[in-house]
């Protein structure tokens, strides 16, 4: 059972994971890349087994899956993987990304109650922009930073700092809503409250060292954290609905 206590003026969202099921879509990107550039077959499992233990940027998870942990050897060896992954990603992301339940339906209420929204992302802004159109979200989110807005990514502070400061909401009245340690790293570095959706995918003792400030089981609990009445009703996943 979660707990109603503040209410935030600013409400900032990680990405993959948090709003969109983008992890079935990285998974085959990935699977692809290793059998064009390593000649071999590995499966998604195997794939899976591996993704949340990997750092956050994905050159070196390009480096671990393709080649064995070692770096590339520059920047051009990685430009010529990194592009074929996102050939890949581009000719597919139509039939993998979706919304978890309750994220439409949820945004639109808390704009409505005033609540002022963002998208703080490790994902490259091409692609962010190309999905963030696809599901229909560009109209809920008054500012949207990925890698190329700051000189730091996430758990560094300066990602949602960046957001907070287009906004002009102070730290200590925004909440950052994700699914990873660096997230839940990157909101208390930055000063403000964090939230760790229930849905992760990541380990729950990679969060022992940094424990979020509150935990969401469903997407529309988010309203305890809004002004106003929290009741709505929660749609099924898709992509936009």
Known sequence: ??????????????????LANTVPLMYFCFQQTV???????????????????LPTPIRKQLEFYVNGGTPFPSDAAFETVFSFYRKVQ????????????????????LRQRGVRLGLVSARTHATLSQYVDFLHLRPLMEVI????STAHTK???????CALAQLGVTPGDALYVGDAPTDIECAHA????????????????????????????????????????RAIECPAASRGA
């Open 1 to 18: 059972m979660i707990q109603e206590g503040k209410k935030y003026r600013a409400c900032l969202f990680d990405f993959d994971g948090t």
């Open 190 to 229: 930055a000063g403000a409250a964090s939230c760790l959706v229930e849905w992760t995918c990541c380990p729950r003792d990679s969060f022992a060292a940094s424990p979020p400030t509150h935990t969401l089981p469903q997407m529309a609990d988010l309203l305890l954290w809004a002004p106003g009445p």
């Open 145 to 148: 930073v990925g890698p190329e």
């Open 155 to 161: 758990p560094h502070p300066a990602p949602l700092l």
């Open 35 to 53: 059998k064009e550039f390593c000649k071999r077959d590995v499966s998604l499992e195997a794939i899976a087994a591996d993704y949340h233990r």
């Open 90 to 109: 581009a000719e597919n992301f139509e039939g993998y990304v979706t919304l978890f339940p309750g994220v439409m339906a949820t945004l639109e209420t």
